[in-house]
């Protein structure tokens, strides 16, 4: 069994078809083993009221996509006791707190975070942490 960490971006192609969303379904079987920080809920009603607002989809379909996570095997983690190297991390690499929840999930965990945020992969695929990064069409 592969175990990966899913940011909110690859969560939300699972519910909402964009690009790449094709890829992010794949990880949706019983051979993977999948993680995120339970804030990963907050991101992703983040990024469904950005849907809402630009009219990609109805609220009544952003209202039944967090149930729907719910029901999917996302084994959530507390961010509490992360919060520490969650911090170091962004300020040595100089990126948001919130991805280096996801990234430091991986570290512990020694596997990858499989993301669709171009910008936070590209910053970081050169660095100590890049074989604990996946760009989502780099899924094996």
Not at 127 to 136: D, E, M, Q, T, V
Request: contains cysteine.
């Amino acid at each position: 069994m592969s175990r990966y960490v899913v940011d909110a971006n690859v969560v939300a192609k699972w519910f909402i078809p964009e690009e790449y969303a094709d890829m992010a379904l794949r990880l949706l079987n019983e051979s993977h083993e999948l993680l995120a920080p339970d804030y990963v809920l907050a991101e992703l009603g983040n990024i469904l009221w950005k849907k809402i607002m630009l009219g990609d989809i109805s609220q009544a379909e952003a209202q039944s996509i967090l149930p729907a996570f719910r029901l999917l095997s996302v084994q959530l983690h507390p961010i509490e006791s992360r919060l520490g190297q969650a911090l170091e991390m962004a300020a040595n690499f100089q990126r948001s707190i919130y991805d280096c929840f996801y990234l430091t999930l991986a570290v512990e965990y020694q596997c990858q975070m499989i993301t669709a945020d171009r910008k936070f992969y590209n910053a970081l695929q050169s660095s100590s942490l890049a074989a604990h990064l996946c760009w989502i069409e780099d899924l094996p």
